[in-house]
């Protein structure tokens, strides 16, 4: 049986809800290597650029 390693995102960019450039920073970190996505925290009403990193 293999043990799943946990996933940590980390969030490398916040945005105010209702602004574009959260978009425009997740695809300049794209084109540097970074595996960028953007997500919605409705919590705290914000767009988060953020990436998936492996722990060890």
């Not at 602004?19 to 970190?29: G, I, K, N, R, Y």
């Amino acid at each position: 049986m293999t043990t799943p390693i946990p996933q940590v995102r980390t969030v490398l960019e916040r945005f105010p809800a209702g602004s574009w450039p959260a978009d425009e920073f997740a695809a300049v970190q794209r084109a540097q290597g970074t595996d960028a996505q953007v997500v919605m925290d409705l919590g705290s009403d914000q767009f988060l650029v953020v990436t998936d990193t492996t722990t060890q």
